[in-house]
């Protein structure tokens, strides 16, 4: 029975060493991003967020070591930057909590956290959330899954934000690389309550709920022949990958990319190494 508290991808995290320059490095990419956060102390890190509809791209950085961030700095001291959790959009984190725990899953939270937010007029309000995580442990090839509830999505998602140079509109697949891409997709499938489907070329899909982005769980090999063009230079045997992104005009995701563009098929690819750890492949809608 499908989750009834949690509907699908809310956002993509992207772990990174230095918040300000990753935030230049993706401004440089043609993406619109928001003023530097500082989340709650318990928390110990701030974000930049790149915000599309309905979901988001979030660039997470430690502040302050703290317990809550570990496996944050834990995944960055083993494999570096690159894509470290994926969220999912809670109707309510304390039932959602209570969904997952009822199958079995101890889980972690809710928890309350937010950050200020100076909106466009200038005056100074607060993004609120609540979350909960599945247990550390039930990571699909390493990939940490939580869901989010957004208490103030007004001063989150402000329209002035969600103009891009490179036209991006929305996540539409986050690439996860495996060795065994079946079995990881498999366990996603469990722990959100979704069936796995086959793609033609091997790879296995998970949809995330609603009208949201698909997981795709495939090898290295296969990311490779999806989108030969690109190096994959810095991606991991087993892990996030990669997010493939709608574009309104794929001639502006190319122009606004620069040098760091390259077309792949149908893709205009941005690699890893010029991504902060994270291959992006821009389509068009």
């Not at 959602?96 to 100076?118: K, M, N, S």
Request: hydrophobic share 45%; charged share 25%.
């Amino acid at each position: 029975m499908t989750l009834k508290n949690v509907i699908g991808i809310d956002h993509a995290v992207v772990m990174v060493r230095d918040l300000d320059k990753a935030a230049a490095n993706w401004k440089r990419l043609g993406f619109t991003i928001s003023p530097r956060g500082t989340h709650s102390a318990k928390m110990g890190s701030g974000n930049y967020t790149i915000m599309l509809d309905p979901d988001y791209i979030e660039l997470l950085g430690v502040l302050v070591e703290t317990e809550h961030n570990a496996p944050a700095r834990a995944f960055l001291a083993k494999r570096g930057e690159g894509i470290e959790r994926i969220a999912f959009t809670a109707v309510d984190s304390a039932a959602g909590a209570e969904e997952i725990r009822a199958r079995g899953y101890a889980a972690l939270g809710p928890t309350d956290f937010e950050r200020p937010v100076t909106m466009p007029d200038g005056t100074p309000s607060a993004a609120k959330f609540r979350i909960f995580q599945w247990p550390i442990e039930e990571a699909p090839a390493g990939v940490r899954i939580f869901a989010c509830q957004h208490k103030t999505r007004e001063t989150v998602w402000i329209p002035e934000l969600m103009k891009h140079a490179n036209g991006a509109k929305r996540l539409k697949q986050v690439l996860i690389v495996s060795t065994e891409p079946a079995k990881d997709a498999a366990h996603l499938g469990r722990l959100i309550d979704r069936d796995a489907r086959a793609e033609p070329d091997g790879a296995v899909a998970v949809p995330s709920g609603s009208d949201r982005a698909d997981f795709v769980f495939l090898t290295r090999e296969q990311v490779g022949r999806r989108y030969p063009a690109a190096s994959l230079a810095g991606l991991p045997e087993r892990g996030g990958a990669g997010l493939v992104m709608a574009t309104s005009d794929l001639s502006a995701a190319e122009k606004a990319a620069g040098g760091s563009a390259v077309r792949s098929g149908d893709a205009v690819c941005v690699p890893p190494a010029a991504a902060n750890g994270t291959l992006l492949a821009f389509v068009g809608i």
